[in-house]
């Protein structure tokens, strides 16, 4: 069999955004497991909305998932004379023909059928002109496009889709469409066609909405001369309430960036939309790259539309469970000095990174890296609930005010002291602080858990967390006694609930 070739074809007219993000995956992961090319082409045609911007973020958000690509990338733009040339051999071929129909004609015709009820397609009025009318319109200065033709006849196009399976559309269902504009420009759907026969294309792998487009680009392959790709297109992907996913209604909740900033890595981001589409056929949901790349097949790829939970009303609040728990397996498995490399920016954005980390704290701050990653789903939770551990501007939560703080008024007297019994204590082991804690409960008479939740609370703003007393390790003594002695606020904060 020949080498695959397949390409990632963004328009880039917008952000990287979760639907192409898995696009660019899955062509890349069939390009990885057969051992063929990934090509990038750039389908930047529509000039007026493609920007540079948007490439940029493309380009940068590829780089960030890890998708790297063989070719590319090559510029449609810059191809546009070969678009045309194709049109006009179809022209010489009696395959296509110029259509001198005006934009007014046609817009009556569509008006008529608007009114009659009935379906709109062109009418084949400059389908059958001689060649004398063709030249005469000409010399009378009158401007035309180049159509398709069409075959004539009952029959139908018919083309296999690795996922959809076999599909037909009738001839009759299909209208002699524009290849070229009047001012010469070709258009996408031709543009798009002679491109991938230049980069040799054997595999389209696209989404759902490219399979409209799918009838007739194989009839421009079969009217070029060449054989068609193998087709493999993706189902949807609906939000919570199973609606299309569109950045008119989710915003930047659809676009990769925002995942990126939300603290995801990189590969647990590709994990996870690889599911949304894909299934390895058992209920496995974490996959290694070589993992996936071994799994993957096209013939997998589901029909059904898959739902990512994007809130509609929020989309800030992002809160989808497979997600979440996908990222937050990998912050727990992940090599600890590669997490460390990756919870750094996120530590210099919140502006509480120290040199140190990577100098003399470093075994200091791997270890407490690991002690707390535990519990968090994101990267940024590091800065967020696992604040405390790296500074003392730490926020407290709500939930555990109400639990550990309003609830037993008597620590605002009991923790200062308990500070001020650790100041005295030698060392600063778990045991220690135990023994403290526990003989303080005692005396006064109070659950060893009361005063114990208060601590944490106090000293890390938490409701739950890691190993009380490995927390306290590893906050250090002096910052567990300064926040013990003035923990005042929280209970100001408790008072303003
Ligand atoms: N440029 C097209 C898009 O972004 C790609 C269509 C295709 O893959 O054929 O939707």
Redesign the pocket.
Known sequence: MSEVRVRF???PTGYLHIG?AR?ALYNWLYARKTGGKLILRI?DTDLERSTKASLDTIIEGMKWLGLDWDEGPYYQSEHSAEHTEAAKKLLAEGKAYKCFCTKEELDQKREAAKEAKAEYGYDGTCRNLSAEEVAEKEAAGITSVIRFKIPDGIGEVVFEDKVYGRLEKRYSDLEDFVIVRSDGSPLYLLS?VVDDLRDGITH?I??Q??LGNTPRQVLLYEALGAATPIYAHMPLTLDSKKAKISKRKHGEAVAIHFYREMGFIPWAFCNFIALLGWSPGDDREIFSREELIENFSLDRINRSNSVFNIQVNDPKFFTDPKALSINAHYIKTIDISELAGMVKPVLERAGIWEESYEGEKREWFLSTLDLIRERFHTLNNFAEGGRAYFDDSYEVEERALKRNIVKSPELREILPKLGERLEKIEGFDGEDVEREMRAMAEELDLKPGTIINGVRTAVTGQLAGPSMFAALGAIGKERVIDRLKNVDWLFKKAEAL
């Open positions: 074809a963004p328009s192409s696009t389908e798009n389209i696209r989404g909405d490219g």
